[in-house]
């Protein structure tokens, strides 16, 4: 069973950078990719960016190209979200998700086996 667990959420004014940090349990197959998601209120979950883990090859959503960077650390054990000049439109529930793979459409939720607990950003203006 692969476990993760965010870190980093927190309040900001616009303009300010957030980093947050995803932790996996396993660096195995079932989680080569690991994505964040965000989730506003009242709104579906949208695919922020993705890592596919033993490649190193990432994907961002158009929103946040730019601004996020998607990255892990040398061991694969945790994947980071840089934030930079975040907006008030970024305001959510960040959760990370897993998956054997990025292909076939890395940002839909419905194709990821296993998710964290969510960490919640609020951008203020």
């Known amino acids: 069973q692969v476990r993760l667990l965010e870190s980093g959420g927190g309040s900001v004014q616009a303009g300010g950078s957030l980093s947050l940090s995803c932790g996996a349990s396993m660096y195995t197959g079932k989680a080569f990719c690991v994505a964040w998601f965000r989730q506003r209120s009242l709104k579906e979950r949208e695919g922020v960016a993705a890592i596919w883990r033993p490649g190193g090859v990432t994907y961002y959503a158009e929103s946040v190209k730019g601004r996020f960077t998607i990255s892990q650390d040398t061991a694969k054990a945790t994947v980071f979200l840089q934030m930079n000049n975040l907006e008030p439109e970024d305001t959510a529930m960040y959760y990370c998700?897993?998956?054997?793979?990025?292909?076939?459409?890395?940002?839909?939720?419905?194709?990821?086996?296993?998710w964290g607990q969510g960490t919640q950003v609020t951008v203020s203006a």
């Open positions: 998700a897993a998956r054997s793979s990025c292909v076939d459409n890395w940002s839909a939720a419905s194709n990821y086996d296993y």
